[in-house]
Nanobody, 120 residues
Framework: QVQLVESGGGLVQPGGSLRLSCVASGSIFSINAMDWYRQAPGKQRELVASITSGGSTNYADSVKGRFTISRDNATNTVYLQMNSLKPEDTAVYYC??????????????WGQGTQVTVSS
């Protein structure tokens, strides 16, 4: 019913930047919060950043001041601008959203993930 598709991952050197995108499509009536999570090898998935439909944001302490989450409500897209990347940012990054369907049911779909590798 709803698909989230991430893009923008890749290999970058320490100190570099990447911009991730996530587009939601399907039988969407509205989207409340949109979030970015990440999961490094051998670790639990963790919340990186979130943004409400009104634009309020929240960040993990580990990324504050380096990452910026934003969204375009007209295109159901959420972005994650990542600057000053560190090797410890290496992970698979996932998009998640609180979606209200045209049936008014609420779902919480996940994207397939995009790999971010920070290495020299």
């Amino acid at each position: 019913q709803v698909q989230l598709v991430e893009s923008g991952g890749g290999l970058v050197q320490p100190g570099g930047s990447l911009r991730l995108s996530c587009v939601a499509s399907g039988s969407i009536f509205s989207i409340n919060a949109m979030d970015w999570y990440r999961q490094a090898p051998g670790k639990q998935r963790e919340l990186v950043a979130s943004i409400t439909s009104g634009g309020s944001t929240n960040y993990a302490d580990s990324v504050k001041g380096r990452f910026t989450i934003s969204r375009d409500n007209a295109t159901n897209t959420v972005y994650l601008q990542m600057n000053s990347l560190k090797p410890e940012d290496t992970a698979v990054y996932y998009c998640n959203a609180q979606v209200v369907l045209t049936t008014r049911a609420q779902v919480f779909p996940w994207g397939q993930g995009t790999q971010v590798t920070v290495s020299s």
